[in-house]
T-cell receptor, first 113, second 111 residues
Framework: ETGVTQSPTHLIKTRGQQVTLRCSSQ?????VSWYQQALGQGPQFIFQYYREEENGRGNFPPRFSGLQFPNYSSELNVNALELDDSALYLC????????????FGPGTRLTVL | ELKVEQNPLFLSMQEGKNYTIYCNYS?????LYWYRQDPGKSLESLFV?????AVKQEGRLMASLDTKARLSTLHITAAVHDLSATYFC???????????FGQGTRLTINP
């Protein structure tokens, strides 16, 4: 059984650019959630994908968007990057109907200059 | 809107001592999670508490949930240096797997 994986590990972008982060869910999991963790803060829920559809969104603007693929992997896209987007982006996978326990990937550290 | 508050936010303690981290939340929920995070790393699941009165223990850590008081505690017994980390509680208010996290408690255990 493979765990949650994310790529890339680190990324440096400049303001205004666009970025795509990727996540492969744990084997058997059908739900992917994305969180943003700013330095020194707790993670904040961005959105969740289930059956390739967005299934809830936190307080993030539309320039944060995502996709889920038939194999349950997912992408997080951020357009028009701002300095405040610098953070650790965490992907978590889970199984609807299970214990609702989320398993987190290693994260992608995004730095916006 | 669900709010989750942890206290203390910073805790420095000596090895061998006991202490408790508190997690209060503002709306009804019976699903609460505790995670550990080491510097620069991701979140490691520690405990899943799914009902009122739930108590889980693993090694020197014990977590409990009181849904009526909207309170969870993480108790550390006879602390050791390896437990130094940041600890987060998170609440799933609607059983929708959309977690709201506390601010985290940065725990430092000194020899």
């Amino acid at each position: 059984e493979t765990g949650v994986t994310q790529s890339p590990t680190h990324l440096i972008k400049t303001r205004g650019q666009q970025v795509t982060l990727r996540c492969s869910s744990q084997s058997g999991h059908n739900t992917v959630s994305w969180y943003q963790q700013a330095l020194g803060q707790g993670p904040q829920f961005i959105f969740q994908y289930y059956r390739e559809e967005e299934n809830g969104r936190g307080n993030f603007p539309p320039r944060f968007s995502g996709l889920q693929f038939p194999n349950y992997s997912s992408e997080l896209n951020v357009n028009a990057l701002e300095l405040d987007d610098s953070a650790l982006y965490l992907c978590a996978s889970s199984l609807v109907g299970g214990r609702n326990e989320q398993f987190f990937g290693p994260g992608t550290r995004l730095t916006v200059l | 809107e669900l709010k989750v508050e942890q206290n203390p936010l910073f805790l420095s303690m000596q090895e061998g001592k006991n202490y408790t981290i508190y997690c209060n939340y503002s709306t009804t929920s019976d699903r609460l999670y505790w995670y550990r995070q080491d510097p620069g790393k991701s979140l490691e699941s520690l405990f899943v508490l799914l009902s009122n009165g739930a108590v889980k223990q693993e090694g020197r850590l014990m977590a409990s949930l009181d849904t009526k008081a909207r309170l969870s505690t993480l108790h550390i017994t006879a602390a050791v240096h390896d437990l130094s980390a940041t600890y987060f509680c998170a609440v799933d208010a609607n059983r929708a797997q959309k977690l709201v996290f506390g601010q985290g408690t940065r725990l430092t255990i000194n020899p």
